[in-house]
């Protein structure tokens, strides 16, 4: 049974650069379809990006695309999320956890194996 831990979350201004990290235990990164969602209080955990097992295809919401990048780190056993140019809607708590639906989309990413998450608050 694969276990997630995330850090790296932290209060930065608009503008600024962020990585996370989210270290796995029990299987290795490179065999898993993982993804990066967030939530805000009040609305749905949303899928944003997702990394595939074996060649680390990756997917990216929207909102995300040309700012974050996922990749990982076999040998850490790690994948991370660097995030830049942040904006106050990046505000929320990240989570990283195993894609359902294998990373085929980011609308039909669906989370199990949650970690505690990390928050990230953008604000000046």
């Known amino acids: 049974q694969v276990q997630f831990v995330e850090s790296g979350g932290a209060l930065v201004q608009p503008g600024a650069s962020l990585r996370l990290s989210c270290v796995a235990s029990g299987s290795n990164v490179n065999d898993l379809h993982i993804g990066w969602f967030r939530q805000v209080p009040g609305k749905e955990r949303e899928g944003i990006s997702c990394i595939d097992k074996g060649d680390g295809d990756t997917i990216y919401a929207d909102s995300v695309k040309g700012r974050f990048t996922i990749s990982r780190d076999n040998d850490k056993n790690t994948v991370y999320l660097d995030m830049k140019a942040l904006e106050p809607e990046d505000t929320a708590q990240y989570f990283c956890?195993?894609?359902?639906?294998?990373?085929?989309?980011?609308?039909?990413?669906?989370?199990?194996?949650w970690g505690q998450g990390t928050q990230v608050t953008v604000s000046s």
């Open positions: 956890a195993l894609d359902r639906n294998f990373c085929l989309m980011i609308k039909t990413m669906v989370g199990k194996n």
